[in-house]
């Protein structure tokens, strides 16, 4: 499979076959591979991805979504594409979990875009600051004063 950048995340169709980095998605044959392992995937999960690395980038609507893999029209308050997409990106977060594929944009629909998980960063170290130097147990008893008070 050929290298390609961060930026440009996935490549076209090539006889069938979407590429999104290391998730291969083989469209004649129902498959999906994640770093070289089959995914298992339900019928519905496979169209959706499908139908969302087909147009990488794209907000895809939860309407299109729906009319694409259930072939209708979809109902008012019809929860259908959220349960399948929550249960399609968990999968493959489970076996790519430095990358995210799928991006909900809230009243909008979905997007498909491969980018590094934000919880799968390496460690940053603590920004650099002078260590201020802690005072010895004989200093701090030193500066403690105490006062009578009187009646």
């Known amino acids: 499979m050929?290298?390609?950048g961060e930026n440009d995340g996935t490549r076209?169709?090539?006889n069938g076959t979407l590429y999104a980095g290391e998730l291969e998605i083989r469209v004649g044959e129902g498959l999906v591979l994640a770093t070289g392992r089959a995914l298992t995937l339900s019928v519905r999960?496979?169209?959706l991805l499908v139908a969302m690395a087909s147009r990488p980038g794209a907000i895809v609507t939860r309407?299109?979504?729906?009319e694409t893999v259930w072939k209708r029209e979809l109902r008012h308050g019809d929860r259908s594409v959220d349960v399948y997409v929550s249960k399609l990106r968990t999968k493959l977060e489970a076996a790519m979990p430095d990358r995210r594929f799928i991006h909900t944009h809230p009243g909008f629909g979905y997007r498909f875009q491969p980018q590094p998980s934000r919880e799968h960063r390496p460690p940053q170290p603590p920004p650099s600051r002078d260590p201020q130097p802690q005072p010895s147990p004989e200093q701090l008893s030193?500066?403690?004063h105490t006062q009578a008070v009187g009646n």
């Open 2 to 4: 050929e290298e390609h």
């Open 12 to 14: 076209g169709e090539n």
């Open 45 to 47: 999960e496979f169209e």
């Open 63 to 66: 309407e299109e979504l729906f």
């Open 142 to 144: 030193r500066d403690v």
